[in-house]
């Protein structure tokens, strides 16, 4: 995902709307900014980004059995069973 942004008086730039909904970044938000590689870097402090989707794309030709979501929730499933002794109630 690329977007271009102008760059205004005194630094000032404006994040588009879309990429601080996908990031949860709001007014008020403190936002780091780093230097990577000569790269301009900024993230919002305090989030912590589903890390499924932060590294789609990145491996090719990998696949898994199950999605993450539903291997949680069969893992949770299993936990519950084994804490409450298999018993519902």
Same mark, same amino acid.
């Given at each position: 995902m690329s977007e271009q942004v102008k760059v205004l008086k005194k630094g000032k730039i404006?994040?588009?709307?879309d990429v601080r909904r996908k990031l949860g970044i709001k007014e008020g938000?403190?936002?780091a900014l780093e230097m990577v590689g000569g $790269?301009? =870097?900024?993230?919002?402090?305090? =989030? #912590?980004l589903n890390?499924?989707?932060t590294l789609s794309g990145?491996?090719?030709g990998v696949s898994f059995?199950?999605?993450?979501?539903?291997e949680m929730a069969r893992a949770v499933s299993? $936990? #519950?069973k084994r804490k409450t002794g298999g018993k519902r109630r």
């Open positions: 404006t994040i588009p709307a938000d403190t936002i $790269r301009l =870097v900024l993230h919002p402090l305090n =989030v #912590v890390p499924t989707q990145l491996a090719t059995g199950a999605s993450v979501k539903d299993e $936990r #519950v």
